[in-house]
Structure formats: structure tokens, C-alpha cells
T-cell receptor, first 111, second 115 residues
Framework: SQKIEQNSEALNIQEGKTATLTCNYTNYSPAYLQWYRQDPGRGPVFLLLIRENEKEKRKERLKVTFDTTLKQSLFHITASQPADSATYLCALNQAGTALIFGKGTTLSVSS | NAGVMQNPRHLVRRRGQEARLRCSPMKGHSHVYWYRQLPEEGLKFMVYLQKENIIDESGMPKERFSAEFPKEGPSILRIQQVVRGDSAAYFC?????????????FGPGTRLLVL
């Protein structure tokens, strides 16, 4: 069956460290993979999109990698800050139009 | 440029009543998607619409749920005869013309509570 797994429900790190979140999928062949941020009581906010033919993408302190052989994406936040505390969602699209979301990883950055 | 707007933000209904959730996409966006987020669950796709057309409703429950996106006005997700299991956050997202599968912009959600 098709699965998307974000293999940490929660991640706690200290301010200034790099947070690394993982997204694995099975039985999909996505054209692209996206990462969203969701704060409590709010809708998801788009962060980064990476295509299947791209290995890595960066935006300010964020970096995403996409390994279609391993069927895995890594999402990094460098120099993390307490304001980065939120739930991070990975999402794939397959042929068709729907985004398929993982359950998310809740990141807590302590000062 | 206002973002995706949803109303109401919170909705309380008793079992058997109808719930109507509204979504106004971002200006210039012609694709609308509805997702449901149950407690402790991920976002689940329900339906994808363009103006006056349902493109993909593979995630919609077969009964009691319907959606529309008329030529004028917001998109509506309608739940008839609500049950307690319908309690969830319902999110609407929109995307620009020509990019239906890429970035989607989400609204703040409607939190439905069925008593």
C-alpha cells in the first residue's frame, strides 16, 4: 500500500543547532515533494518544493534534499530559533491533482 | 492581495444538522481543494474543483458530503446530517491557473464540532 511516513512525531533541539526532519514514502512515484509548516490552529504554509530531477534546494536557513532512489526527503533548518517551533508536513503529488500529506513532525526549539 | 479566506472559522452543529463551509480562493486562483484534518491525523484530500467543475472527488465520502465552486462566489463544502465523526478541521487551498499540481495556498481552516 502507499505510505508517507515522517518518522519522528516530535523533535526537540536547542537553539542554534540544525534540525533534520525525514520523510519517507513507499509505492509512490511523485513528480515533486513539498514541505509545509503548520502552527497550532492555523493552515499549512508552503515552504519549499523540490522536483524529482532536483537533488537539493535551499531557501535562507532551509534546505531540502530529494532522493528518489531511497524514496526519501530530508528537511534541514540551520541555526534553529525558538520561532521555528511548529509542525512540519511533507507532501507528495502523484499522477493526478491531490497532495498526499504525511502526519507531520512537531519541532520544538528551546532557548 | 488577500490570502485564502474561509468562514466560519468555527462551527458548532448538532447531530443531524447541515454544515456549510465557505472558501474564497486567492485572487486570480482558479483551482480549489478541500482537505480534512482529524485530531492526531494528517491532512486528507477530499475534492478538487475548478470553476463550475468537479475535477477529482476521490477523497469525498460517498454520502452526505458535496462540494461546489460556482461561477460567482465562494466554493462551498456541504455536509448533510452531520455525525460526531465529522468533527475535524476543514482546510481549503487554492492554486493559480496552469499549475494545478504545484504549490497550494491554504486558508486558516474551519473547525467543525458536532455535538
Amino acid at each position: 500500500s502507499q505510505k508517507i511516513e515522517q518518522n519522528s512525531e516530535a523533535l526537540n533541539i536547542q537553539e542554534g543547532k540544525t534540525a533534520t526532519l525525514t520523510c519517507n514514502y513507499t509505492n509512490y512515484s511523485p513528480a515533486y515533494l513539498q514541505w509545509y509548516r503548520q502552527d497550532p490552529g492555523r493552515g499549512p504554509v508552503f515552504l519549499l518544493l523540490i522536483r524529482e530531477n532536483e537533488k537539493e534546494k535551499r531557501k535562507e536557513r532551509l534546505k531540502v534534499t530529494f532522493d528518489t532512489t531511497l524514496k526519501q526527503s530530508l528537511f534541514h533548518i540551520t541555526a534553529s530559533q525558538p520561532a521555528d517551533s511548529a509542525t512540519y508536513l511533507c507532501a507528495l503529488n502523484q499522477a493526478g491533482t491531490a497532495l498526499i500529506f504525511g502526519k507531520g513532525t512537531t519541532l520544538s526549539v528551546s532557548s | 492581495n488577500a490570502g485564502v479566506m474561509q468562514n466560519p472559522r468555527h462551527l458548532v452543529r448538532r447531530r443531524g444538522q447541515e454544515a456549510r463551509l465557505r472558501c474564497s480562493p486567492m485572487k486570480g486562483h482558479s483551482h480549489v481543494y478541500w482537505y480534512r484534518q482529524l485530531p492526531e491525523e494528517g491532512l486528507k484530500f477530499m475534492v478538487y474543483l475548478q470553476k463550475e467543475n468537479i475535477i477529482d472527488e476521490s477523497g469525498m465520502p460517498k454520502e452526505r458530503f458535496s462540494a461546489e465552486f460556482p461561477k460567482e462566489g465562494p466554493s462551498i463544502l456541504r455536509i448533510q446530517q452531520v455525525v460526531r465523526g465529522d468533527s475535524a478541521a476543514y482546510f481549503c487551498a487554492s492554486s493559480p491557473p496552469g499549475q494545478p499540481q504545484e504549490t497550494q495556498y491554504f486558508g486558516p481552516g474551519t473547525r467543525l464540532l458536532v455535538l
